[in-house]
């Protein structure tokens, strides 16, 4: 009647694939336990490691859960405890690790009314609390695990895509807090057609270096010529840490999700701890404060 889970953090968009790419991480995320109980309803008892409400719907975790529960019948209530351990506004999916997490957890204890792709919607309204945006790139791989795209929001279709087995990811979180909905708000609503043409063209050069375990085309792919630009000027030091990450053999790197953490990533797990070490050296040089994490991408 009770279940303890780990919420997995997330790299959206992944370069080439604003709002439709992301990637699951094995080791960093939240820790979240569920209890029925027999009260009707949903209440937040507990939140450790971040300030955040413990009003249902201030939190994203209660508005996901919510927007499941009007989809299914049930007698039963649920008290949520979160453990947090991802910050807030750090680009590694926060938000997502929560509302997933919660949806999850209350699915299987329902006894799995829902399939693991049925519950993306849910989680999404947790998104949405969060940015403003219905956004599924960290939300869908936290669920399914390893690499997702979106191929469609109307309607909803999520693909789950392969992950290479000797694929890692860097990530360097310098210690400050960028809000998805402020790095939204500096986005162009139109692109012109050439830089629409790379874009395409490389998230499908990327997206079938994951079935080929192809890494240097997964190499050659990983630019973002829409978004990194306009957002780079809210990362300190964006441009030297990612010059680190190459020089010291990255396959690629750029914002994850919409920063400030930058994440590269590397075949092989000395490789990226290696990369991790030369970002953080950009850091250092720098004096600023920042966390370090290398994953394996499950
Ligand atoms: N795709 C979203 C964005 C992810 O970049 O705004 C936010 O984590």
Redesign the pocket.
């Known amino acids: 009647n009770s279940i303890k889970i780990f919420c997995p953090a997330?790299i959206?968009?992944v370069s080439c694939g604003?709002?439709?790419l992301?990637l699951c991480l094995d080791n960093v995320g939240d820790e979240m336990v569920v209890r029925k109980t027999k009260e009707k309803g949903v209440v937040i008892s507990k939140i450790e490691g971040q300030k955040l409400p413990l009003e249902i719907h201030k939190n994203v975790a209660g508005v996901a859960v919510l927007e499941l529960l009007k989809n299914t019948r049930t007698e039963v209530g649920f008290d949520i405890e979160i453990y947090k351990n991802i910050k807030p506004g750090s680009?590694i999916?926060s938000?997502?690790a929560s509302s997933a997490g919660a949806v999850f957890a209350v699915n299987k204890l329902l006894g799995n009314p829902f399939t693991l792709h049925e519950l993306v919607p849910f989680a999404m309204k947790g998104?949405e609390l969060a940015?403003g945006?219905l956004?599924a790139?960290?939300v869908a791989p936290a669920l399914l695990g390893g690499f997702t795209l979106v191929r469609s929001y109307h309607p909803l279709d999520i693909i789950k895509l392969p992950a290479p087995d000797e694929l890692y990811a860097s990530i360097i979180h310098p210690q400050i807090e960028v809000k998805?909905a402020d790095?939204?708000s500096v986005?162009k609503q139109n692109i012109p057609l050439q830089t629409a043409i790379r874009q395409w063209g490389n998230l499908g050069g990327l997206i079938s270096s994951l079935y080929t375990n192809d890494y240097e085309l997964m190499g050659r792919s990983l630019h973002d010529d829409i978004?990194e630009p306009l957002?780079s000027l809210l990362i300190p030091g964006f441009e030297d840490v990612k010059k680190a990450a190459l020089h010291a053999g990255a396959l690629g790197s750029g914002?994850?999700?919409?920063?400030p953490s930058i994440f590269a990533l590397s075949k092989g797990k000395d490789k990226a701890t290696k990369v991790a070490n030369s970002m953080a050296k950009v850091y250092d040089l720098l004096g600023l404060e920042y966390d370090l994490h290398v994953s394996k991408i499950n």
């Open positions: 997330t959206a968009n604003f709002d439709v992301g680009g999916g938000s997502a998104e940015s945006a956004h790139d960290n998805t790095a939204r986005l978004v957002r914002i994850s999700g919409s920063g």
